[in-house]
């Protein structure tokens, strides 16, 4: 099949695809639609995936099946798509490693306290992973060839109900005027669920995850104290109602968010999607929800308009400061 990398060079794969008109979506959107989104796409998508180690949130029966998170790329894969090599986050279960005879063979190559990630580099690899029903892809914060050095901070707002999206573009309107104060640029997007994400661009080598957890969480508790009726910055879920979880914990090598522009398994497929901060300011005065919400044919909609309006959190360097 024809396709680009994340250069925008012409890629040309042999791939097949199987079942279709499988329904993936309890709305009706089926596989073959989704792959189509997938390839639509994929010129603005791929550069947020090159690099990344991405995990597989894959439903095969979809979004009404069983589900399972795939961290290991599958080793049916083809060929040509490459791995990124992160530490497992535990053993075997309760931390304690595997007995011997529960541990699976090693493929060449592969080492016991690392797991492969998938590669996703052209838009046939997002073919392949739609082909297996990954309807969710979720990435780290870095890149290869040096996955230790994050490159953004992300700021994940999680509504405690009542609270809900609009809720949530209200917060990131005060998390705007910290980073404007300090002199950062911050870039919104929905997390294609009930929240919102903004990611603060680093893309240089001088940072480590201690300094990206040290300042989420400053700047998170910085809001806590000062809007305590509306934020909270610790994840005990008795204390969230009505507030918005700004969830830094998210900044640490092996956690992962939704990658921008991918789909979520919800009653109808609605993505992940980048906004400008006139849309956040807008839902956060209008009171409007479902201006915050958008599916693949939307998405795709606003790709032609606007191109990717996530593009500088792949290209914008920035220096974390130090909160006083």
């Known amino acids: 099949m024809p396709g680009v990398d994340a250069d925008g060079n012409d890629i040309v794969r042999q791939l097949s695809v199987s079942n279709l008109d499988k329904v993936l979506w309890p709305d009706g959107t089926t596989k073959a639609a989704f792959i189509n989104y997938f390839v639509t796409v994929a010129p603005v998508m791929l550069p947020h995936l090159v690099d990344r180690p991405v995990t597989l949130k894959r439903y095969p029966d979809g979004v009404d099946g069983q589900s399972f998170f795939e961290k290991r790329c599958p080793p049916h894969k083809p060929d040509w798509l490459t791995t990124t090599p992160l530490p497992k986050r535990g053993t075997g279960r309760w931390g304690r490693p595997k007995p011997e005879e529960e541990r699976r063979k090693l493929r060449p190559g592969e080492r016991e306290d690392m797991v492969d990630h998938c590669n996703l580099t052209d838009t046939a690899a997002l073919v392949w992973v739609a082909n297996l029903a990954a309807l969710e892809l979720h990435v780290t914060m870095g890149r290869a060839p040096d ?8 700021f994940d707002l999680d509504p405690g109900a009542p609270a809900d999206v609009v809720t949530c573009a209200q917060v990131a309107m005060l998390l705007r005027e910290v980073f404007d104060r300090l002199g950062l640029t911050a870039v919104p997007k929905t997390s294609g669920g009930k929240g919102l994400q903004l990611y603060v661009p680093l893309n240089h080598d001088g940072v480590t995850y201690d300094d990206t957890s040290d300042f989420s969480r400053d700047v998170a508790q910085l809001l806590e104290r000062v809007h305590p009726e509306l934020v909270i910055a610790t994840q ?4 969230r109602v009505g507030k918005v979880l700004i969830d830094w914990y998210q900044n640490t090598l092996t956690k992962t968010t939704v990658c921008v522009y991918s789909p979520r398994a919800r009653e109808r497929p609605t993505v992940s999607t980048p906004l400008t901060w006139d849309e956040v300011a807008d839902g956060a005065d209008g009171g409007d929800a479902d201006a915050l919400r958008f599916r693949m044919d939307d998405v795709v909609a606003r790709v032609r308009e606007h191109g990717d309006l ?4 792949a290209e914008l360097e920035q220096e974390l400061p130090r909160l006083a």
Do not use: D, G, L, N
């Open 236 to 239: 005990t879920k008795s204390e």
């Open 310 to 313: 996530f593009a500088s959190v």
């Open 147 to 154: 996955p230790e050095v994050p490159r953004a901070v992300v």
